[in-house]
């Protein structure tokens, strides 16, 4: 078996397969000059048939097996829904991380009562029992008074939710997966909780994180991005994205909070990232076979599973188009905004320069691909979600400094008498 390429093996499991119809994909191009006649589909049958151990390998219709099938039902209910898998009292909020749990949303402070979760009211200052799980609860005996009136109840109390795609939930895929010369025991350690929360780190976002870690370090819109190969016909277009954002601005006019605000930010510009990359190593070539990101991009496209046909391809014009369809669904989105009067929240757009992010990182000493995952070629990462964190700060504390809560003066107090809450 070690003779036979990835591209193989690929097919020998059936992960890979070549329809009828559409062209043989490979990433690794074959040494000799003449390929062999033999099509990749007949040599992984051929593998499959001389190394029957690979057969167990296929069985991966699990979710037939009974027992399983319940399993997987509740699985798809967590991910059709994003609620939390494990939610006993049904608050939407959880006590595990993962799961759509609280990696995704604040953790439960106690998964048998559905009154306690994070942004509850508080009962009666939580005197007794911590309603709201901001860890703060009891009596301060020197002033009889609730912890939680003494050092809370002069701020004010806000949550933050996002609405986005897999940018705003931070995708990542750690590079050291799938890059033989960094690969070690120690990079799949955290392989399950990744799994488990999707290849997602909202806990880490540039909207979203609330957490430091240490773990193995670790730009763009799905309403231009599809893996079709026709992908122009599957875009949004103006039309359709002005029809959307007034049908969602009407909807959150229902239920949220009055009082709230609500800032809307048009489509990420993947523009630069074929530019940025293509003549780069992938982590798949760097060790054997060299494979660049444009290899790379055109085996996704030709697999049709592409996270972006329009923007991660050789073609300069297509790559142009989808560029320019980024800025006119933007405008749209800005523009409908701008128009709508809301009654419950007040409302403004905001675009993060990806051009300004950039000019940022290289004033520090970086190179712009270093702010793109190295895996995907496609999404931003950590140092790009921080960078945009910062950036999107910057801006409302100089134009919506009212959205932002006033800084608590009691935070010293409350880690030295509840300790550090994690964040949450
Ligand atoms: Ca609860
Ligand atoms: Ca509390």
Redesign the pocket.
């Known amino acids: 078996m070690k003779k036979e390429t990835s591209d193989v093996i690929c097919h020998s499991l059936k992960i890979c397969r070549t329809d009828p119809g559409q062209p043989e994909c490979r990433l690794y191009q074959p040494k000799s000059s003449s390929p062999s006649s033999i099509s990749l589909e007949q040599r992984g049958l051929n593998l499959r048939q001389n190394h029957p151990s690979l057969l167990p390998l296929l069985s991966s219709k699990i979710c037939t097996i009974p027992g399983i099938d319940e399993i997987c039902k509740i699985l798809e209910h967590v991910f059709q829904n994003h609620v939390p898998l494990v939610d006993i ?1 049904g ?1 939407r ?1 959880g006590t595990e991380s993962t799961f759509r749990g609280s990696s995704w949303r604040g953790k ?1 402070c ?5 009154k ?2 994070p942004g509850a009211r508080s009962v009666k200052g939580d005197f007794v029992i911590d309603h709201n799980c901001n860890g703060i609860f009891g009596m301060d005996s020197s002033t009889n008074r609730p912890w939680e009136d003494e050092l809370c109840n002069d701020t004010q109390q806000i949550g933050v939710a996002i609405l986005g795609d897999s940018v705003s939930a931070h995708f990542h895929i750690p590079e050291q997966w799938l890059d033989a010369s960094q690969a070690s025991s120690s990079v799949f350690e955290h392989m399950l909780f990744i799994i488990e929360n999707e290849l997602d780190w909202p806990q880490l976002s540039g909207s979203t994180g609330y957490l430091n870690i240490s773990w193995p370090n670790i730009a763009v819109g799905n309403d231009v991005c599809n893996g079709y190969p026709n992908t122009i016909d599957h875009m949004t277009t103006v039309e359709e994205m002005r029809t959307n954002v007034l049908t969602i601005l009407t909807y959150l006019d229902t239920i949220l909070p009055k009082g709230s605000h609500l800032l809307t930010t048009g489509l990420a510009n993947g523009s630069l990232l074929y530019e940025l990359l293509h003549n780069r190593i992938h982590p798949l070539g760097r060790v054997g076979t060299p494979v660049t990101y444009a290899q790379f991009y055109t085996y996704l496209s030709c697999l049709q599973v592409s996270p972006c046909n329009g923007w991660l391809t050789t073609n300069d014009t297509l790559r142009a188009f989808t560029s320019q369809r980024a800025v006119d669904l933007s405008e749209a989105i800005r523009n409908v905004t701008l128009e709508y009067s809301p009654k419950n929240f007040d409302l403004d757009y905001f675009d993060v320069s990806v051009a300004d992010v950039f000019a940022a990182w290289i004033a520090q000493g970086g190179e712009p691909w270093q702010l793109v995952e190295s895996v995907d070629g496609f999404h931003i990462n950590q140092y790009g979600h921080a960078l945009i964190s910062d950036f999107t700060w910057t801006w409302l504390e100089k134009n919506k400094p009212h959205w932002l809560p006033q800084w608590n003066p009691h935070n010293a107090d409350i880690e030295r008498i509840f300790k550090d809450q994690g964040g949450y």
């Open positions: 009292d608050d909020f439960d106690n998964d048998l009562s559905s306690i979760r």
